[in-house]
């Protein structure tokens, strides 16, 4: 099994910053990929960003390119979402997703694990 915790969302002003945090535990080989999701009200789950845990590589969505960044440190499982230059439009609750290798990318469907998020709220 595989268990992934959220942490590190908050409310912050436009403009501002924060770093996101999903601590992963359990079989290493699941969780080749990793990625976020978000989720705001009324709206359907929208990829944000995955990581391929081997070798860095990333994959971002066109509305956070040049804003959010990814990153892993794998000798302690975890996984961060550096956002800055943050929108209203960012408010959601955001989801760390684990999946292999061949998960990596925007569907979530190819994701077999997720946490249980953090909200995210940017006030203008």
């Known amino acids: 099994q595989v268990q992934l915790v959220e942490s590190g969302g908050g409310l912050v002003q436009a403009g501002g910053s924060l770093r996101l945090s999903c601590a992963a535990s359990?079989?290493?080989?699941?969780?080749?990929?990793m990625g976020w999701f978000r989720q705001a009200p009324g709206k359907e789950r929208e990829f944000v960003i995955a990581?391929?845990?081997?070798?860095?590589?990333?994959y971002y969505a066109d509305s956070v390119k040049g804003r959010f960044t990814i990153s892993r440190d794998n000798a302690k499982n975890t996984v961060y979402l550096q956002m800055n230059s943050l929108k209203p439009e960012d408010t959601a609750v955001y989801y760390c997703?684990?999946?292999?290798?061949?998960?990596?990318?925007?569907?979530?469907?190819?994701?077999?694990?997720w946490g249980r998020g953090t909200q995210v709220t940017v006030s203008s």
């Open positions: 997703a684990a999946g292999p290798l061949s998960a990596y990318g925007p569907d979530p469907g190819k994701y077999d694990y």
């Open positions: 990581i391929r845990r081997s070798d860095g590589s990333t």
């Open positions: 359990g079989r290493s080989f699941s969780m080749l990929a």
